[in-house]
């Protein structure tokens, strides 16, 4: 497997090298010469990357924690090695199945015949990985692409230059340089890779840089999966416990420092149940992190950039009228402490921008409505966590709202379900993958019609009026 450490954005000059397109042509070179691997082929693709995280394990967690300043190694088995290893058994194990032709039927008026759907890989597939999640971001593509088949190029971020080394040295000694190539660099080589002609392209990032990475994928046609984000609210019913609400919230903002797309931007109280709420997260949160300082538990914000995007939020907000409450000492190593924002509106940066930190402001509101109208006011996001045991009141937001999925009275755990489906919608992203749906996203459903020796179709051929198809047209035309 080839690893590019920082490869420069292709040359004006025609007739330059281009390192990125030829790493791109070796892989397309090798799916032409074989564009058909078998499922004996594939599961050993998938058992060798299963074997490749395990052996490696410790150094991932390791460079991983070096890159945020400091990474819970537990999130980190938790968040990224224990799914990403999860997703590999769940292919594995529906492999065969899935790699079936699908029959499907065929119309009284074209018997005799048959169709089928065939699932064939799609040819090379390029995956941009984020920093927040750079390894199971990475792998988890990565397992629906082999899965269906294919050959992989991915572009890890140079936000996480330690783990992108240290996953690219994994993936080398795994994987022929036909197969899967790792490409590293700044944004520049992200945009001039987001421009080569795949077959398919994934993203995951931010809202503004995918309709970037949209527009360059464009140029050749190429069909592309957002994973986004925005702005995910969390809802809190008038009659569900407070303290299971609170404890759940803060489980899905915490982990990561809330670093996380899916992790809840916002969360929509009942008026008379503010203060409980307040009390109750902040007890959560010191019973979670009894100390920020020398805590390992508590994961640092990624680098000096982001936080000091999450202090000017901080500062726009306290000088719009919000009442920001720090729920713990401040730390060094950029450890920002879990914060409740109150009294926040939308004219703040707060409430424009996804968070993607541990800042949780609070919104007031009267009835249920009240809530799931402020929801829609605003673009659709990555996901929707409501709390309330009654039926008809999940049934409600479920039925009136749009998100790319939704957890009923928890957080964050949908993404880990290997059987649902995980996508965006709007503004939050598009398409799908993980477990079936990916194999399908990195798949062509090739749809085949057969006939034999026999041919009933010559009946409607020309010339046309003849009593046969006038019979024809009084059969099929009601």
Request: glycine fraction near 8%; aromatic fraction near 8%.
């Amino acid at each position: 497997m080839r690893v590019d450490a920082a490869l420069p954005l292709p040359a004006a000059d025609a007739g330059a090298r281009d390192p990125l397109q030829e790493t791109f042509q070796t892989l397309r070179e090798a799916f032409c010469a074989h564009p058909m691997p078998p499922a004996e082929e594939r599961l050993q693709w998938l058992d060798a990357l299963r074997r490749g995280l395990l052996a490696n394990r410790d150094t991932l967690v390791r460079a991983i924690a070096e890159d945020f300043g400091n990474r819970s190694a537990d999130e980190t088995l938790l968040a990224e090695l224990i799914p990403s290893l999860h997703a590999i058994r769940y292919a594995r194990r529906r492999l065969r199945h899935w790699m079936k032709p699908a029959r499907r039927g065929v119309g009284a008026m074209f018997q005799p015949a048959s169709a089928r759907v065939v699932y064939q890989p799609l040819g090379v597939v390029g995956v941009i990985v984020p920093w927040n999640y750079p390894l199971y971001l990475a792998v988890g593509p990565l397992v629906g692409a082999l899965a269906a088949g294919n050959r992989v190029m991915l572009k890890l971020s140079e936000a996480t230059p330690r783990t992108a080394r240290a996953l690219a040295e994994l993936l080398a000694a795994t994987f022929p340089d036909n197969l899967v190539s790792v490409v590293q660099g700044e944004a520049e080589v992200a945009a001039a890779f987001s421009r080569l002609p795949f077959d398919h392209l994934l993203f995951t990032g931010s809202t503004e840089v995918g309709r970037k990475v949209m527009r360059a994928a464009a140029e050749h046609l190429t069909p592309v999966t957002l994973e986004l984000g925005g702005k995910s609210p969390a809802i809190v019913s008038a009659d569900v416990p407070l303290e299971h609400a609170a404890e759940r919230i803060a489980f899905g903002k915490c982990l990561n420092a809330g670093q996380t797309c899916v992790a809840p931007d916002y969360v929509l109280v009942p008026r008379a149940r503010l203060d409980g709420f307040v009390e109750a997260y902040g007890r959560t949160v010191q019973r979670f992190f009894p100390r920020l300082a020398d805590n390992p538990d508590y994961t640092s914000i990624v680098n000096p950039r982001q936080a000091a995007r999450l202090a000017a939020y901080l500062d726009d907000a306290r000088a719009r009228g919000a009442t920001v409450l720090p729920l713990l000492p401040a730390a060094a190593d950029r450890r920002l402490p879990p914060t409740l924002l109150l009294e926040v509106d939308d004219a703040m940066q707060v409430m424009q921008e996804e968070i993607f930190g541990p800042l949780l402001p609070v919104v007031p509101y009267d009835h249920l409505d009240d809530a799931i109208a402020y929801v829609n006011q605003r673009p659709r996001p990555l996901a929707l966590y409501y709390f309330g045991y009654d039926r008809d009141d999940q049934r409600r937001v479920l039925e009136r709202t749009h998100s790319g999925g939704v957890c009923l009275n928890d957080t964050l755990l949908h993404v880990a379900q290997d059987d649902l489906p995980f996508g965006g919608i709007g503004a939050s992203g598009m398409g799908h993958y993980h477990g079936h749906e990916g194999f399908l996203t990195f798949s062509k459903a090739k749809g085949v019609f057969a006939k034999g020796r026999f041919n009933a179709a010559r009946l409607v051929y020309p010339p046309y009026g003849r009593a046969i198809q006038s019979l024809i047209y009084r059969l099929f035309l009601r």
